[in-house]
């Protein structure tokens, strides 16, 4: 579904990814873990098309398509999500309309007929109520005045509309509290099927008891340093990244696992 | 004398005896001086600091003329659609008393029109009518000319549920009319006064309008101006407040229309515990200007004052503003925020934000911020990436920098009409209809 091979980009003119590669399946759930800095949130801009960043080197294949020649909206329309850490507030706009111009943007790309305000409404409802958020939030600005586990809801909610090919998730777990994360798991576990992806970006192993991954990938200094099982989490959650430094001057060890780039 | 003057005189000359209070011994003479101060000052120049901005020459070089009166019926019946309130309809400055509604008022409330309240009420309007040195000499034209306004007053401890609604049409294209509206509200009176701007499509008139208020103690008065005129229009108002103790006054400027407009807008705190909050919202499109002076004068301690003023300036609009928060001598405790933030959605737009703070008291909290700066690029990532258009991304958080202006209108049938307002004219505002 999704091919990397040997990523470069930088950020005003600092090169931060620096030759990662990365393959995902068809329903894989990957998890990226690495240290401050390392490029986590990089990848996930890059991914998604944010132009701060320019990708100076490789490819990026997203279902056979050249992913890195579509701007933003034309990869959210075949089927790319972020779910943002820190997602904007839009004062004035209801969250009706926004999920209804999203979703009917890209159903209209699916080739699917457009959701008219009462069917749109009718699903949200169905959805809000799996993710445990009141009706008025669909009647409220975009964002505006959430806590932060309400944002993140949001997000989920979003994400369960929108039906994404590939999600991914950036430092979702940032700021909640347990009981938060699990209702953000949950709804992400929800939404495992064998034809979607997903690549949670987190910085603790700790999301990831809610959300098992099939593989774990360290990212270090712009590339893939380590991949495993889900086992690597709990390896790194023990042995914290300083290993990282140690490992500097050796040659990096060969990426494993099904889903990292042969 | 400038030839630019004469016809003002002229028309002083032909209107002043039958302009309504002229009967008024006292009304007469002060028209008359008003006239004199506007015939040897003229209009303000950029020479003038609080005008270095904005520029009335191609104003001062119109000729303004009486007639070619269209119907405005059918526009004011418009915007009067499932609203409430007490409506006073001037058109061309003059009272329709067929077009106004006032309806059935509560106890100690007074609204009617100036021109027929000179009888019963002449002393009170006398106290708040205005003096003539105050302002420019704009504002002494409006003095010299105004017959006619709205005329509100609320008795101590009245309170006005519905909103009361000013709404001033030009219908004449190219003719110059003046208002003066005044607001009197006695202690602990609460009303909410809207005076909304129209006029015919294309009029290229010239309106001056002045607005009063004198708050007493423990009043609530909140006002709205909604400037919605042609876009060919000249618009020039004066808002001037006088607060007693513990009053809240709110001033909410939405200027939308005219091809210029400016509007001065002015509070006192003459007693200690008043509270203010200044709004402001102005589109420029096209080669419209808008500009904004606000003053919140705490003259006296443990006032507080919060001001908040955003710019939206497409094409080669020109958006100015100027906030000055002036703080005497002695106003301890004074506590002052004011914030303008300006969104510039093309190249060739321009906007001046000054923010100017003059203090001299000790014990004082004041705080002031400005922005300058196109739409935020974090917000269109945002959008884009939920598989938005970029234009349609752009035109959303448009509408969203205006809206939280707007969320701070607290009747709530008030800000769904500017809301209406702002999307029938910000760019792609319309889709934004279902969006509400």
Known sequence: MLKIRNLHATVEGKEILRGLDLDINPGEIHAIMGPNGAG?????????????????????????????ALPVEERARAGIFLAFQYPIEVPGVSNAYFMRASLNAIRRKRGEPVLDAMDFVKLAKEEMKRVGMKDEFLYRSVNEGFSGGEKKRNEVLQMSLLQPRLAILDETDSGLDIDAMKVVADGVNRLRSPDRSMIVITHYQRLLEYIVPDFVHVLARGKIVRSGGKELALELEAKGYGWLDEAKTAAPRRAMGRGAAA | MSTELQPWADAFGQRSGGLPGARLPWLAALRRQALDRFMTEGWPTPRIEAWRHTSLSPLAAQGFE???????????????????????????????AELSDVGSLPAGVTVAALSASWTQDAEAIEAVYGRVEQGYGTSALNLALAGDGAWIRLDRAAVAEQPIRIVCVAASPKAAHFLRHLIVAEAGAQAT????????????????????????RDARVTHLKLQQESEQAWHLGEIEATQGHGSYFGSHSMSLGARLARNDIITHFA???????????????????VDHHTLIAHEKPNCVSHENYRGIMADTGHGVFCGKILVAEGADGTDAIQRTDSLLLSRLAKSDARPELEIYAED??????????????????????????????????????????VARIELPEVRHHVERALRGLLPGGSFMEEAA
């Not at chain 1, 944010?50 to 992913?67: H, P």
């Open chain 2, 193 to 216: 006064v809207v005076e909304h701007y129209i006029g015919v499509p294309g009029a290229a008139n010239f309106c001056h309008a002045t607005t009063r208020v004198q708050l007493g």
């Open chain 2, 364 to 405: 004082v909290k004041c705080a002031h911020g400005a922005t300058v700066g196109q739409i935020d690029a974090d917000s269109l990532f945002y959008l884009r990436a939920r598989g938005l258009d970029e234009a349609h991304a752009r035109d959303i958080l448009t509408y969203a920098f205006a809206a939280s202006s």
């Open chain 2, 66 to 96: 009486d007639g070619g009166r269209q119907s405005v019926a059918e526009q004011v019946t418009e915007l009067k659609a499932g609203e409430t309130g007490h409506w006073l309809v001037f058109v061309d400055g003059a009272y329709d």
């Open chain 1, 40 to 68: 986590k949130s990089t990848l996930s801009q890059v991914l998604t098309g944010r132009s701060d960043y320019t990708v100076t080197a490789g490819t990026v294949e997203f279902d056979g398509q050249d992913l890195l």
């Open chain 2, 271 to 289: 007693d200690e515990r008043c509270e203010t909050m200044f709004n402001g919202l102005y589109y420029v499109n096209q080669r419209r200007h």
